[in-house]
């Protein structure tokens, strides 16, 4: 991950062209995130393929990939960010609109090797702090899933076997620690 150390504003930064890899703006500076590798890249695919099976036949919400958020000062780009339907941002012909202003309802982000947990840590906070119900941090190396609320304790999901806590809107939406790393297994 390298930070770019000129400062802009928000506005200037949202001026400029998407770039490869994708670029977050946080206080003030511009910091480039790690491109996914094979781990990372596959988890967010069949996850983000996942939530949008189970919450887009009830027109619930959508999972969306390295969807650019801005909000609170800050322009972040999740993994996958989950927006219900009815929080999604409509341009004037009622399609979706190209530019996301708030937080996704559910935020989800997957750790890269190279990737401080820490850097991801504070996203995710921000994210509940602006009304983000929840928060996944996935660690495919350490196969866990922190889960983060709004003022709540993280919880740690490691047993295979252990159902994940979802958002309260996408209760229909079930996975377990072991369902998720087994994606990682190519048959």
């Not at 099976?53 to 027109?59: D, E, F, G, I, N």
């Amino acid at each position: 991950m390298q930070t770019l150390t000129k400062y802009i504003s928000l506005e200037a930064f949202l001026q400029q062209p998407e770039t490869k890899p994708t670029r977050e703006y946080i206080n003030g500076k511009i910091i480039e995130k790690p491109m996914p590798k094979g781990k990372h890249s596959l988890l967010q695919t069949e996850l983000a393929s996942e939530i949008n099976y189970s919450l887009k036949k009830k027109r619930i919400g959508r999972a969306f990939n390295e969807l650019r958020c801005t909000f609170g000062h800050k322009s972040l780009v999740p993994d996958i960010s989950v927006f219900q339907t009815v929080n999604i941002p409509l341009d004037e012909n009622g399609e979706i609109a190209n530019n996301f202003n708030s937080p996704p309802d559910w935020t989800i982000e997957i750790l890269s090797p190279e990737q401080s947990p820490i850097k991801v840590i504070k996203n995710i906070s921000h994210c509940l702090d602006y009304g983000t119900q929840l928060g996944w941090l996935i660690d495919p190396f350490e196969k866990c899933i922190l889960v983060y609320a709004p003022s709540q304790q993280v919880k740690i999901f490691e047993n295979p076997e252990t159902v994940i806590t979802t958002p309260n809107f996408a209760q229909d939406f079930s996975l377990t620690v072991g369902d998720l790393f087994n994606w990682l297994i190519i048959n």
